[in-house]
């Protein structure tokens, strides 16, 4: 035989434990990843995942002429939440506000932690109606949602959101001068109408107008 039996395992063993090491370095260098790009506290997408994927789906959108919406959504008078029951209870409704926004979402929509109690999504291929549509049904399951502390009565929150939509296809040419960041710009705009209406409702930016001259 061209190997001793005992050799034979002990090769093999090694080939074994190389690879093993080699999966566990693969492992973790995708959790490092992970642990980058998510946030910490709600376990869903932070502000860094948001930008990159903001520019991928911008991207796409202009390639593909197809419908890009952009969502920015924030918890109102949070600052009171902490103040009455503690910041670990502050804690707690931010994750459930993101478990319950996602739960209305598309598993294709991106959602992030855009900051504090402030978070961000996008939706492909959704029209203005659409992510109207949506964002109506975040604000009412908040609503409706009670939050449970011990030694306080239950408790709700509301949430403000604003909307804006990219439609590249009615733009034409002067589409692609279209840049993420002032889709944000348009969405935050939304979101602070609604804030200034009287909160815990939805605005709409309507679908962005690409000017001359960017």
Same mark, same amino acid.
């Given at each position: 035989?061209?190997?001793?039996?005992?050799?034979?395992?002990?090769?093999?063993?090694?080939?074994?434990?190389?690879?093993?090491?080699?999966?566990?370095?693969?492992?973790?260098?995708?959790?490092?990843?992970?642990?980058?790009?998510?946030?910490?506290?709600?376990?869903?997408?932070?502000?860094?995942?948001?930008?990159?994927?903001?520019?991928?789906?911008?991207?796409?959108?202009?390639?593909?002429?197809?419908?890009?919406?952009?969502?920015?959504?924030?918890?109102?008078?949070?600052?009171?939440?902490?103040?009455?029951?503690?910041?670990?209870?502050?804690?707690?409704?931010?994750?459930?506000?993101?478990?319950?926004?996602? *739960?209305?979402?598309?598993?294709?929509?991106?959602?992030?932690?855009?900051?504090?109690?402030?978070?961000?999504?996008?939706?492909?291929?959704?029209?203005?109606?659409?992510?109207?549509?949506?964002?109506?049904?975040?604000?009412?399951?908040?609503?409706?949602?009670?939050?449970?502390?011990?030694?306080? *009565?239950?408790?709700?929150?509301?949430?403000?959101?604003?909307?804006?939509?990219?439609?590249?296809?009615?733009?034409?040419?002067?589409?692609?001068?279209?840049?993420?960041?002032?889709?944000?710009?348009?969405?935050?705009?939304?979101?602070?109408?609604?804030?200034?209406?009287?909160?815990?409702?939805?605005?709409?930016?309507?679908?962005?107008?690409?000017?001359?001259?960017?």
């Amino acid at each position: 035989e061209r190997f001793v039996r005992g050799v034979r395992t002990d090769f093999f063993e090694h080939l074994s434990a190389i690879v093993s090491i080699c999966l566990e370095n693969a492992v973790n260098i995708e959790r490092l990843k992970r642990q980058g790009l998510t946030d910490t506290l709600t376990a869903i997408n932070n502000r860094r995942f948001f930008d990159q994927r903001l520019e991928e789906e911008v991207g796409l959108a202009k390639r593909n002429k197809r419908l890009l919406s952009c969502m920015l959504l924030d918890v109102d008078l949070f600052k009171q939440v902490n103040d009455t029951y503690g910041h670990q209870v502050g804690d707690l409704v931010l994750r459930d506000v993101a478990a319950l926004i996602r *739960a209305q979402m598309r598993g294709s929509d991106v959602l992030s932690r855009y900051g504090g109690e402030e978070f961000s999504a996008l939706l492909s291929q959704a029209s203005e109606a659409e992510a109207l549509e949506v964002a109506e049904r975040i604000r009412e399951s908040i609503e409706q949602h009670l939050f449970s502390v011990d030694g306080h *009565a239950d408790f709700s929150v509301t949430i403000s959101i604003g909307v804006t939509t990219f439609n590249p296809a009615r733009q034409g040419e002067a589409a692609m001068r279209m840049q993420g960041e002032y889709m944000v710009g348009q969405a935050d705009k939304a979101l602070y109408e609604a804030k200034a209406n009287g909160r815990n409702r939805v605005e709409s930016g309507g679908e962005i107008e690409v000017q001359e001259g960017w």
